[in-house]
């Protein structure tokens, strides 16, 4: 289905401390397959959070609309789930009961039999079978993420949104969970969106990297098309001939984005700072 996920001129603004308007997203507009996985990277500050959380109807837009699966987003629902970088499980909870939490609800029209089938599947597809009744205190970051994603994706949501879900983790780690999450996705047929500040995993996951431009009213500055098949594995098409030349385009934007930055700070006046 095209046009899965519109983004129609997306505008963000909060009042600044002197009464202007400090201005984070302006006239952002993309749209999204049914399907796709898409990235968007950018440096620190140019909104890439602020717009997934307009997605996840987590915060209000300024101006514009976003629509998913042609219903307007309003509020937070489950056929959109977030994975957040801080896994957000309850401590005292068993990676089970973490996930027993979104099935339950979600779901509670299901027999209880039915429901733990779910639960169990989905810890099962992310490797924690038998780390099931573990607490997250027992579990390493990346088993915590695993129940995050697992959570996240039992209850069969029409769109995935990943806030940097991989930025904690330590490297070997990261490689196997993006590995998983790719499987997954395209098992599933998610349509996901993803922020990440890695343009080695943007490159891995995308079927687009979508690259915003510098706040204040940050806006898409460039979408670069990622042409390999999937499944990928890293190491294939890091050496196909394409590969270097889209990393050297990602790697080149976000340069320039760092220039720009870099003088945009020195024109500051003395006593002064930016807001």
Same mark, same amino acid.
């Given at each position: +289905?095209d046009?899965?996920? =519109?983004?129609?001129?997306?505008?963000k603004?909060y009042p600044a401390?002197?009464? #202007?308007?400090?201005i984070?997203?302006?006239?952002?507009n993309? #749209?999204i397959? =049914?399907?796709?996985?898409?990235? $968007?990277i950018?440096?620190s500050?140019?909104g890439?959070?602020?717009l997934? %959380?307009?997605?996840a109807?987590?915060e209000?837009?300024s101006?514009?609309?976003? #629509?998913?699966?042609a219903?307007?987003?309003?509020?937070?629902?489950?056929e959109?789930? +977030?994975? *957040?970088? %801080?896994?957000?499980?309850?401590?005292?909870?068993?990676?089970?009961?973490n996930?027993a939490l979104?099935?339950?609800?979600?779901?509670?029209?299901?027999p209880?039999?039915?429901?733990?089938?779910?639960i169990?599947?989905?810890? #099962?597809?992310?490797?924690?079978?038998?780390?099931?009744?573990k607490?997250?205190? =027992?579990?390493?970051?990346?088993?915590?993420q695993?129940?995050?994603?697992?959570?996240?994706l039992?209850?069969k949501?029409?769109?995935? $949104?990943?806030?940097?879900? *991989?930025?904690?983790?330590?490297?070997?780690?990261?490689?196997? $969970?993006?590995?998983e999450?790719?499987?997954?996705?395209?098992l599933?047929?998610i349509?996901?969106i +993803?922020v990440?500040?890695?343009v080695?995993?943007a490159?891995l996951?995308s079927?687009?990297v979508v +690259?915003? %431009?510098?706040?204040?009213?940050?806006?898409?500055?460039q979408?670069?098309?990622?042409? *390999?098949g999937?499944?990928r594995?890293?190491?294939?098409?890091v050496?196909h001939?394409l590969?270097?030349? $889209?990393?050297?385009e990602?790697l080149? *934007?976000?340069?320039?984005?760092?220039q720009?930055?870099?003088?945009?700070?020195a024109?500051i006046p003395?006593?002064k700072?930016?807001?």
């Amino acid at each position: +289905m095209d046009n899965f996920v =519109q983004i129609h001129s997306i505008n963000k603004e909060y009042p600044a401390p002197n009464g #202007e308007k400090n201005i984070i997203l302006q006239d952002i507009n993309l #749209e999204i397959r =049914q399907g796709d996985f898409i990235s $968007l990277i950018g440096h620190s500050g140019c909104g890439k959070s602020t717009l997934l %959380n307009i997605i996840a109807g987590m915060e209000k837009p300024s101006g514009g609309y976003v #629509e998913v699966d042609a219903t307007r987003v309003k509020r937070p629902g489950v056929e959109r789930m +977030m994975v *957040f970088q %801080n896994y957000s499980l309850l401590p005292w909870l068993s990676a089970w009961d973490n996930v027993a939490l979104a099935v339950d609800k979600v779901l509670s029209h299901k027999p209880k039999a039915e429901r733990d089938r779910i639960i169990a599947t989905h810890l #099962e597809m992310v490797g924690l079978k038998d780390a099931a009744h573990k607490k997250p205190g =027992q579990l390493s970051g990346g088993m915590k993420q695993r129940v995050a994603l697992a959570r996240a994706l039992a209850i069969k949501p029409k769109l995935l $949104l990943l806030d940097e879900p *991989f930025g904690a983790l330590d490297a070997l780690t990261r490689k196997s $969970l993006q590995t998983e999450l790719m499987d997954i996705c395209n098992l599933a047929h998610i349509t996901t969106i +993803m922020v990440t500040h890695d343009v080695d995993e943007a490159l891995l996951l995308s079927d687009r990297v979508v +690259m915003l %431009n510098n706040g204040p009213a940050a806006t898409i500055g460039q979408i670069l098309d990622v042409p *390999f098949g999937r499944s990928r594995i890293l190491s294939d098409i890091v050496d196909h001939p394409l590969y270097h030349d $889209l990393r050297h385009e990602l790697l080149n *934007f976000l340069h320039h984005q760092q220039q720009a930055q870099y003088k945009a700070v020195a024109r500051i006046p003395v006593g002064k700072t930016s807001t």
